[in-house]
Structures are given as C-alpha cells and as structure tokens.
C-alpha cells in the first residue's frame, strides 16, 4: 500500500469489503450503465456542492472507493480539504490516481469509517463542513447506524450538513421483501452483468445490505441534533436517494 494513505483502526476487511475489492469489475459495470442510478444522483449533488453557501468547505467521505463518482462533483467546488476513508486498499490504491483532481488538501485513510469518525469526535477542535457517505452506511445495523450519525453530527460545524445517497426499505416493509424486490430487479434489469455476477451481487446483499425506512434514518438524525431532512432526489424505479441533514 502506498505510504500517503493512513490507516485508522481496524482493518479487516469484513465480508461487504472483502467481495468488493474482489469483485472490482462487477462495480465498474454497475457505473457503467448506471444499474443504481449514480448518473442522476451525483448530478443533483454537484449542483448542490456548486451551491453550497460556504465560501470555502472541507469534505469527508466515509466509503469513498476509488473516487470516481465524487471527483467530477468537486473539481470546480470551493473545497479546501477532502478527506476519504475506505475499508478497501485496493480501492484507495486507485483513488490515489483520482485524487489528483481534487482542489485543496487532500488524504485518504484506510479505516472502519465507524472507527475513523469516532476518532475524529475525540478531536475537539476538528469540525467538517460536510460528511457525504454513499451506498455504505446500509451495511451497517440500526444500533450502529444511530452511533454514526449521533457522531457524524458531533464533528460538523454549525450550519453544516451531511449528505446520504443510499438506498431505503419502505415503511412497513420487511428486510426479506426488500430484499426479494430488489433481486427481482436485479435479474431483470442489470443486463451488463453475467449470470455468475448477479450471482454474487445476491449474496453480497443477503450477508451484508441493512437498509432503513425513511422514517428511521430521519428520526436518528432528528434525534441527533439535526435540524432538518431533506430528500433532494428520489429515483421512481431503484429505492437510491439522496438525503441531507442540516446542523
């Protein structure tokens, strides 16, 4: 691994991390024809960043892979400080070649994105301007989901955010259904991908994916100390939003 690429925590990749950083070209082709509507959302989160009302502002990553979604968004931001945290070395051997891109002060951290924030409210004097997390924190549990955002809202400035593309369960619907739902579409629609590749992209979701309601994320981050929710995008065929939360 290179030697700018700090590591926090633990390592060990668990099972989400380890099939990712295996399965590199399943992701590509997911981006590639945008099965999980990544076009759509990170182009509502660029006109957001270019918005943003902070003349200047850090950025934290928490699951930033290899950087090729988030660079595009930032290249003409007003960011003075990046900083993305993956379990992945893989991965973040990549983002090294993406990072370049970014404006500002730029470091990567291999690390437990739980252990890193953690770490991060340890460190008084720190505060982010924004926290952004995509397709990550929905393989986590619903203890350690509210852990994180109670910390995440800890490490932002006043006036600041954290922005959530993710994907939900609607209310009242069980994991298994969600689940069964979203093979569903799966099968039918990620056509790129061969017969052994969904294979994999199933199990990854049975032993890893978690997703919330709308409700329960909104009412951790309320309970947090957020002060508003906001859905800025919602996709009418994948269950992908994007969410921020106001401090």
């Given at each position: 691994m290179s030697k700018d690429i700090a590591k926090i925590g633990n390592q060990t990749l668990p099972s989400s991390a380890a099939i990712f950083a295996k399965n590199w070209q399943i992701y590509q082709k997911i981006l590639k024809h945008n099965h999980m509507r990544h076009q759509e959302m990170y182009d509502v989160l660029h006109q957001f960043i270019l918005n943003y009302p902070a003349k200047l502002f850090s950025f934290l990553d928490l699951g930033c892979g290899d950087l090729s979604t988030i660079t595009p968004c930032l290249?003409?931001?007003?960011?003075?400080?990046?900083?993305?945290?993956?379990?992945?070395?893989?991965?973040l051997e990549i983002a090294q070649e993406n990072i370049g891109y970014i404006p500002g002060k730029k470091k990567l951290i291999t690390g437990n994105i739980r252990d890193v924030v953690k770490e991060l409210v340890s460190t008084k004097n720190l505060k982010i301007d924004i926290v952004f997390s995509s397709y990550t924190i929905h393989h986590l549990n619903t203890l350690e989901k509210k852990n994180l955002i109670n910390d995440i809202c800890q490490i932002l400035h006043p006036n600041s955010c954290f922005i959530l593309i993710d994907v939900f369960r609607e209310e009242g619907e069980s994991r298994d259904y969600y689940l069964a739902k979203y093979w569903q579409n799966i099968t039918k629609n990620w056509f790129s991908l061969t017969k052994d590749e969904i294979d994999m992209a199933v199990t990854h979701m049975e032993t890893c994916d978690f997703p919330e309601t709308e409700n329960t994320i909104i009412n951790q981050a309320k309970n947090a100390g957020f002060s508003k929710c906001e859905f800025i995008y919602r996709d009418k065929e994948h269950p992908g939003y994007l969410l921020v939360c106001y401090k």
């Open positions: 290249i003409d931001s007003n960011i003075y400080s990046y900083t993305g945290v993956d379990l992945s070395p893989q991965a």
